[in-house]
């Protein structure tokens, strides 16, 4: 069965750090989505991704967060200056139709910022 | 504002029928969907409703009632690998592709 794929599995950074999380969707996949889950809570929604744009991005997306698909494969998730708040774990998502209802979600890149 | 609720934990014995609920308010509401997390890894898609009504896959049931925003998902027949955190998430239209909107989870625990 076709797998989003997430790397790396941890990261640890200083505060201050960018990141970039990286992600390669189901290939016949058309819609993504970063979320993030802050352990013990519930999961998150950051951003949705369409036709090379944001279509939408949640209050969290602020502007330290950029997505881009810079190569048809792989979707990366920048933080540009890491905050402790930020230490999460972050999950891609795809889906190959806007009204298909199951999401396929990766496996997830646990970040920790120190 | 967007929110949904759902029990944090629940017990039930191997073999036994579990049911798990959630209520929800939102707006643009498209369907609810089911997820089961493995602490803490990938959610894995279980069931979605957009229509009012009982949905199965398996040992697995989902019920909508969208008159009275609320839903649950019924497992049946437990096992112990069925001892997860269950998610309930609101799909939202909106745009392109929508978006989940997750509640905070029920953690159930399934005992011999």
């Known amino acids: 069965e076709p797998e989003v794929t997430q790397t790396p599995s941890h990261q640890v950074t200083q505060m201050g750090q960018e990141v970039i999380l990286r992600c390669v969707p189901i290939?016949?996949?058309?819609?993504f989505y970063w979320y993030r889950q802050i352990l013990g809570q519930k999961v998150e929604f950051l951003v949705s991704?369409?036709?090379?744009?944001?279509?939408?991005k949640s209050e969290i997306f602020d502007d330290q967060f950029s997505v881009e698909r810079p190569d048809g494969s792989n979707f990366t998730l920048k933080i540009r200056s890491t905050k402790l708040e930020d230490s999460a774990m972050y999950f891609c998502?795809?889906?190959?139709?806007?009204?298909?209802?199951?999401?396929?979600f990766g496996s997830g890149t646990r970040l920790t910022v120190v | 504002g967007q929110s949904l609720e759902q029990p944090s934990e629940v017990t039930a014995v191997e073999g036994a029928i579990v049911q798990m609920n959630c209520t929800y308010q939102?707006?643009?509401?498209?369907?609810l969907s089911w997820y089961q997390q493995h602490d803490g890894g990938a959610p894995t898609f279980l069931s979605y409703?957009?229509?009012?009504g009982l949905e199965e896959t398996g040992r697995f049931s989902s019920f909508l009632s969208r008159s009275d925003s609320y839903g649950y998902l019924l497992l049946q027949e437990l096992q112990m690998k069925d001892s997860a955190s269950y998610f309930c998430?609101?799909?939202?239209?909106?745009?392109?592709?929508?978006?989940?909107?997750f509640g905070q989870g029920t953690e159930l625990s399934v005992k011999p």
């Open positions: 998502a795809g889906n190959r139709d806007s009204l298909n209802y199951g999401y396929t």
């Open positions: 290939s016949n996949h058309l819609y």
């Open positions: 991704f369409y036709n090379n744009e944001i279509s939408e």
């Open positions: 939102t707006s643009g509401f498209y369907g």
């Open positions: 409703n957009a229509l009012d």
């Open positions: 998430a609101v799909r939202v239209f909106y745009n392109q592709g929508g978006k989940l909107i």
